[in-house]
């Protein structure tokens, strides 16, 4: 090992603002860095560096530091940032890395108020899919506003497809220990819509977590023109915790239209099973995929969304 690489620390990034990060070395000890100049030059088209990387910094005599290298990832979730132009004729978009490294995602809706938009919660599910997080799972809040036996209902599907879906209600209590027990020990992602209830629940898993959030969000962005989504706070039983704030819209990135049904994981067993190797789903004679739909194997919902997210994929590549 150099001189230079014996001095270089591994740390955390645990925030991301505007170019600088908080790199945790440990609980109480963090460092705000920027990056290297060479690395600044590559995040053009990416984030190099995000909430959850790995990396190694220098620490500067004014108590700052540098970020010199960020270690491998072993999971990335990301979404499309528009940028100009259309794709093909220009950057139509970059990659915004909404965390690295996760081990596990809670994709968070409500049983009611808001209803829950199962197209988005779909998108939500093929990002998670192409992230390579280990775990997927979702958590349906606002149990005690619906019929238990309706909501149980529309998220039957996804619970036939092999996802956790947890059922859960920070009004009362239900289902928060069980959250906790997923959460221990774990490098979590907790994201989804807005107003699902997101920050009672995370005062119902640690008094005060919502507010720990949203406190250091708002530290980085002080003086600052522009926010990140999200933070990674410690949980105190164990592990960490990204919470994004309520997402409008996720615009999936590095997707092409032809992979889109291998991220759907109720579509994929079918593919192979196609007339034609290109075929996609839609109008095509000796479709396997549209054959379950009729079945009732593929619930018709999700074969809709399906259609409704590749015709926005095949848009956003067209080259003009």
Known sequence: MSEESARLL??????????????????????????????????????????????????????TGTIESVLERTSVLSRAMRTEGKRGAGEAEREQIIIANADQALFVFAAAQPSPNLKMLDRFLVAGEKSEIGRLMIVVNKLDLEDNSVTKARFAPYEKMGYTVLYTSAQDDLGVDELKALLKDHLSVFTGPSGVGK????NKVQPGLGRTVKAVSQRRAEGMHTTRDSVLVHLDMGGHLADTPGMRSLTLYDIEPEELDGYYRDIAPFVSECKFNDCSHSNEAGCAVRAAVDAGTIARARYQSYLQLREELEEAYAVY
Do not use: W
């Open 10 to 63: 591994e740390g955390l990034v645990i925030s991301d603002q505007s170019g600088f990060f908080d790199v945790e070395l440990s609980k109480d000890h963090i460092i705000t860095c920027r990056l290297r100049g060479r690395l600044m030059e590559e995040a053009q088209s990416s984030d190099i560096a995000a909430i959850g990387d790995r990396v190694l910094i220098q620490i500067l005599p004014d108590g």
């Open 199 to 202: 920050t009672s629940l995370l």
